[in-house]
């Protein structure tokens, strides 16, 4: 009878028939990697309101930045240095230590300072206003001289 492996992805392994490689690039988080930073985006009168899932982070280890129209958020985490400990061994450890990062785009016109974050309960919250909308002209016609 096969047991589901407790040195897995998850402790009631229900893809115990998956043979293939890890995937390298989800570290972080493991196989859950697509649910992170999780965004909500919602459009008001006067702007934006972004909400980006950030559980478990400290807000010194997140980082927002604004350039060439993109803001970027990023967050980092690093984990203690392990303590031995006399009265046992891990046998299965599930915090991860990397970054990950996300970007969109939000023109050119917006400054740095024109973007509010604030961070509460794992989650950032930006506030990215509305540029007024640039006038087109009506003419359409070029004058020919001569």
Do not use: C, H
């Amino acid at each position: 009878m096969l047991m589901p492996s407790i040195f897995g992805e998850n402790l009631f392994n229900d893809d115990w028939m998956d043979f293939s490689f890890p995937d390298v690039d989800k570290v972080l988080y493991g196989k859950r990697a697509q649910n992170v930073m999780k965004t909500d985006v919602r459009e008001t009168d006067t702007g934006y309101e972004v909400d980006i899932d950030l559980p478990g982070f400290k807000k010194d280890e997140i980082n927002a930045q604004l350039e060439n129209g993109y803001l970027t958020i990023s967050a980092s985490k690093g984990l203690d240095r392990e303590k031995k400990n006399k009265e046992g061994k891990y046998i299965r450890k599930e915090r991860y230590a990397g970054a990950m990062s996300r970007s969109f785009y939000v023109g050119d016109d917006i400054k740095q300072e024109d973007i509010k974050a604030k961070y509460e309960d794992g989650i950032l919250k930006l506030s990215i206003p509305k540029k007024a909308e640039k006038a087109v002209e009506s003419n359409k016609y070029i004058s020919i001289e001569g």
